[in-house]
T-cell receptor
Framework: DADVTQTPRNRITKTGKRIMLECSQT?????MYWYRQDPGLGLRLIYY???????NKGEISDGYSVSRQAQAKFSLSLESAIPNQTALYFC?????????????FGPGTRLLVL | DQQVKQNSPSLSVQEGRISILNCDYT??????FLWYKKYPAEGPTFLIS?????DKNEDGRFTVFLNKSAKHLSLHIVPSQPGDSAVYFC?????????????FGQGTRLTINP
């Protein structure tokens, strides 16, 4: 089984709809991240959480919100989706206690906003 | 403002030859650098990293070189194999201990020709 899972893997929605992307991990890591990937721009950090009570904005947080329901779960919400939020979304985790911290990524959610 | 830049969107190399992927950064606060590899329909996977206190790190066929004065790093793959065909992302972190709040480059698509 994958260590970092994302649901759904693909989603089509309409402008103005609220949607939630979910991320779960079985790695036991304390830190979780949400990124989006756009062609020609690489991955950009949306939000990150260093533990259950900690939520921080990343580079491009406008239009998004997150919830860290448990150490293993980190959800990303688009309150009112717009077409320029069409992108590939990745969740990642890392372990603060690791000798050399590395981020591990989920398989991604492809989102299309019409 | 792109703090991490990969100026070559694509690179094509003959199997068995050396592949050299380049990355430049502008923020002198970056202390830890990573390379990730991404296959289609999968999340990025960690490949190799280097701390700013070193100028070279080697792992099998993969070597990363860091030139701090030029704010430049490169990934060498030798010999290149067909399975190396993927998109490679350079990433940087302000934390020497590891990968927090990563800033990614745009990616370089590497194609290894038989």
């Amino acid at each position: 089984d994958a260590d970092v899972t994302q649901t759904p893997r693909n989603r089509i929605t309409k402008t103005g709809k609220r949607i939630m992307l979910e991320c779960s991990q079985t790695k036991g890591h304390d830190r979780m991240y949400w990124y989006r990937q756009d062609p020609g721009l690489g991955l950009r950090l949306i939000y990150y959480s260093f533990d259950v009570k900690d939520i921080n904005k990343g580079e491009i947080s406008d239009g998004y919100s997150v919830s860290r329901q448990a150490q293993a779960k980190f959800s990303l919400s688009l309150e009112s989706a717009i077409p320029n939020q069409t992108a590939l979304y990745f969740c990642a985790t890392s372990d603060r206690a690791a000798r050399r911290e590395t981020q591990y990524f989920g398989p991604g959610t492809r989102l299309l906003v019409l | 403002d792109q703090q991490v830049k990969q100026n070559s969107p694509s690179l094509s190399v003959q199997e068995g030859r050396i592949s050299i992927l380049n990355c430049d950064y502008t923020n002198s606060m970056f202390d830890y650098f990573l390379w990730y590899k991404k296959y289609p329909a999968e999340g990025p996977t960690f490949l190799i990293s280097i701390s700013s206190i070193k100028d070279k790190n080697e792992d099998g066929r993969f070597t990363v070189f860091l030139n701090k004065s030029a704010k430049h790093l490169s990934l060498h793959i030798v010999p290149s194999q067909p399975g190396d065909s993927a998109v490679y992302f350079c990433a940087a972190s302000p934390n020497r201990q590891g990968a927090q709040k990563l800033v990614f480059g745009q990616g370089t698509r590497l194609t290894i020709n038989p």
